[in-house]
């Protein structure tokens, strides 16, 4: 699949939010100061700077998004940073 970074994320033709990541098996978009995670079976078409989407369920989307934060600030071990240098995250 395209690239699925830093791209406008559209729903029934309005602007949800901006993409930012892609985690386990969702697309995480910034709405606001909030993050959500829409399942990636749920794009539907994915053009130069937008993401089309079918609908979510949107209470899932919030609670996945809140563990994504909680997860992506973890603090981090050098020893975790120098094995994701070697991974290429």
Known sequence: ME???CKYVIRDGKIVGESIDVYENC???????KFIAIPKNCIVRVEAENIHVSDFDEEEARELGEVWVV????PVSLKELERMKHEGV
Do not use: A, R
């Open 3 to 5: 690239d699925l970074i």
């Open 71 to 74: 997860e992506k600030s973890k």
């Open 27 to 33: 697309l995480i978009v910034k709405v606001g100061d």
